[in-house]
Nanobody, 123 residues
Framework: QVQLVESGGGLVQAGGSLRLSCVGSGRTFSGYAMGWFRQAPGKEREFVAVISSKSTTFYADSVKGRFTISRDNAKNMVYLQMNSLKPMDTAVYYC?????????????????RGQGTQVTVSS
């Protein structure tokens, strides 16, 4: 069974930091583009960041300069370091694996997605 499992969410004050982790199992994800989405209550799911199989990265304008995506193919993991958090960053964050960067970034299309981890930023 192929799975992605996120961890690292929680409650943090504005200006604080969190590091989200996502571990894959059931197959090797090194050939996939890996990304993070988020969805806040009452809002549509939105793209946050993506990293290609060759570790090229892209970010949503709203998180550029504050968030960093990285991957460790040996551990089948992808990370999202989130700094200078704002209340607007409050959402459920999902890890996903897709065929290409554009599939994840522009079309929010993926082969696999985790169950999500809650991030809450208080003001």
């Amino acid at each position: 069974q192929v799975q992605l499992v996120e961890s690292g969410g929680g409650l943090v004050q504005a200006g604080g930091s969190l590091r989200l982790s996502c571990v894959g199992s059931g197959r090797t994800f090194s050939g996939y583009a890996m990304g993070w989405f988020r969805q806040a209550p009452g809002k549509e799911r939105e793209f946050v960041a993506v990293i290609s199989s060759k570790s090229t990265t892209f970010y949503a304008d709203s998180v550029k300069g504050r968030f960093t995506i990285s991957r460790d193919n040996a551990k089948n993991m992808v990370y999202l370091q989130m700094n200078s958090l704002k209340p607007m960053d409050t959402a459920v964050y999902y890890c996903a694996a897709g065929d290409t960067v554009e599939d994840l970034r522009a079309r929010l299309q993926y082969y696999y997605r985790g169950q999500g981890t809650q991030v809450t930023v208080s003001s």
